[in-house]
């Protein structure tokens, strides 16, 4: 199989380039895809490298690596408030393998569907296993969330339920596959890992009521309210976090899994949830509450004046381990 046909065969198919409401006006097949951006919408871009051992076991199975790929990059445009378009698709295979391509493909798919973006161009290469997609957004120029807008009395929420996937990660790297008979909380935790939840609609709902202030937790909570700490600090003067450590949502499996000191200990360090943290000035959390009451999102703390993130005894929060870095 040419790399031509691999494009063709897998790629350039209508379950990956009609998904979505936002027509490429050139897409797969030249050079360069061509996109009109509609009047008074910003482009918000990210991209996100997947490395094969490194972001997920190389064993696992291809259509879940495809899935996790487009979810994890798609997080990041529900980070900033922005409407999932377009993505492009950098593959690096070690091997053109059919049944790995096509289930990888149909993964792949599966999210752009969920997501409503359209795949609109890539590259294919040889070499170690390694996935990198560019997602695009539309955002209302105004309406951006940035890390940088936390503000001193803002609250601190998060999205659903945190350190689910981090637990998840013991059985994934000794067992990448779900096993065929397995409890259902050990099968929620693979949930977790392999289909994460960007918060889309979240993200973009949070805009519109007027929050400023998002990050997607990809490195743990405090790794990631740490950024928001950095750049906001950066802005304006200095700003510190004060988290009522005792709300902090963790789910039933978690607490089934794990004792509750580390439930907690995950759901401050553990990476790869891809929830939402978000901050926001009082005034808006009558606006909020129907989100609390539903249980979408839970009110963990808020930004004080005084550098650093304590809990409510103003004790600075210790962990066994940081959030994960690279280098
Ligand atoms: P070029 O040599 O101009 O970079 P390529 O031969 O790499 O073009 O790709 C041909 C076309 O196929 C381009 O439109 C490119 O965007 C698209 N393409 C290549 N690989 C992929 C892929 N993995 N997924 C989607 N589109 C791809
Ligand atoms: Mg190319």
Known sequence: MSEFQLIANYFNQPSLTSVGDMPAELGIGDDCALL??????????????????????AEAAAEQIGYRALAVSVSDLAAMGAKPSWFT????????????????????????????????GGDTTRGYLTISIQVHGL??????????KAAVGDLIYVSGTLGDAAAALKYVKSQPNLPEFTSSVVSQLYQRFYRPEPRINLGQRLAALGVKCAIDISDGLLADLGHILE???????????????????VSQALLSEVDNASAFNLALTGGDDYELCFTAPPQLAPQLSPLVEAGDITLIG???AQPGIVDI????????QPGYQHF
Request: hydrophobic share 45%.
């Open 36 to 57: 009109s951006l509609p009047d008074q919408q910003q482009l918000a871009i990210s991209i996100d490298t997947l490395v094969a051992d490194v972001h997920f076991p």
């Open 302 to 304: 808020k930004i004080t």
């Open 89 to 120: 698709l950098a593959l690096t295979l070690p091997e053109s393998d059919r049944s790995w391509l096509a289930q990888f493909a149909k993964g792949l798919s599966q999210a752009a569907n969920q997501f409503d973006i359209r795949l609109v």
């Open 313 to 320: 005894y103003d004790q600075t929060i210790a962990v066994d």
């Open 231 to 249: 750049e906001s600090a950066k802005a304006d003067h200095s700003v510190g976090a004060k988290l009522d450590l005792a709300a902090l949502p």
């Open 139 to 148: 955002v209302d120029p105004s309406r951006a969330m940035l890390r940088s």
